[in-house]
T-cell receptor, first 117, second 112 residues
Framework: GAVVSQHPSWVICKSGTSVKIECRSLDFQATTMFWYRQFPKQSLMLMAT?????????EQGVEKDKFLINHASLTLSTLTVTSAHPEDSSFYIC?????????????FGPGTRLTVL | GESVGLHLPTLSVQEGDNSIINCAYSNSASDYFIWYKQESGKGPQFIIDIRSNMDKRQGQRVTVLLNKTVKHLSLQIAATQPGDSAVYFC???????????FGSGTKLNVKP
């Protein structure tokens, strides 16, 4: 199946700093990428949907100025957590899909564990 | 988001038994449903999917049942193995993937 990578796989940062997480589709072009966050022992919560070349669509309650999403190419989307605080510590997962391709599933990255001290 | 659980329910089964994991979804506009398996510290892994024009679909050792009337989805795993131990999530949304939400999840614990 298609492969989606995330970098870094884990990051520890100080409160107040910004952290960038990359999501790449390695062997296909992702017209749409999705960003989720997951707290321990909880489900995945959709944060935003990003389409290549356009602004991301954020879910209700997700601060777009705090979670900056850029989907500049068909293989890369980035999520920047600005001025991170301990409550932003979470597991961030991206997924990607090529709407132009046959088949109807989305492929998930391995996730990025963010810990804010 | 639409689906946030306070904790994950756990289903414990003996190796070799069949497992049934249930999911209730809330979005009546959903017409596409997927079951994912998530191992600790990893991203979700696709298991099986079903569209709303079907009520049953079978894969290798897995079967998904859909009851649209009561908005209920189930995953049946035959001859459960220790390697099946993980958290299982249902996900649902419109087939065009404009919105895609996850259910609250169930932790499957397979005892050898």
């Amino acid at each position: 199946g298609a492969v989606v990578s995330q970098h870094p796989s884990w990051v520890i940062c100080k409160s107040g700093t910004s952290v960038k997480i990359e999501c790449r589709s390695l062997d296909f072009q992702a017209t749409t990428m999705f960003w989720y966050r997951q707290f321990p022992k909880q489900s995945l919560m959709l944060m935003a949907t990003s389409n290549e070349g356009s602004k991301a669509t954020y879910e209700q309650g997700v601060e777009k100025d705090k979670f900056l999403i850029n989907h500049a190419s068909l293989t890369l989307s980035t999520l920047t957590v600005t001025s991170a605080h301990p409550e932003d510590s979470s597991f961030y997962i991206c997924s990607a899909r090529d709407f132009r391709a046959p088949g109807d599933t989305q492929y998930f990255g391995p996730g990025t564990r963010l810990t804010v001290l | 988001g639409e689906s946030v659980g306070l904790h994950l329910p756990t289903l414990s089964v003996q190796e070799g038994d069949n497992s049934i994991i249930n999911c209730a979804y809330s979005n009546s506009a959903s017409d596409y449903f997927i079951w994912y398996k998530q191992e600790s510290g990893k991203g979700p892994q696709f298991i099986i999917d079903i569209r709303s024009n079907m009520d049953k679909r079978q894969g290798q050792r897995v079967t998904v049942l859909l009851n649209k009337t009561v908005k209920h989805l189930s995953l049946q795993i035959a001859a459960t193995q220790p390697g099946d131990s993980a958290v299982y999530f249902c996900a649902y949304g419109p087939y065009n993937f404009n919105k895609f939400y996850f259910g609250s999840g169930t932790k499957l614990n397979v005892k050898p």
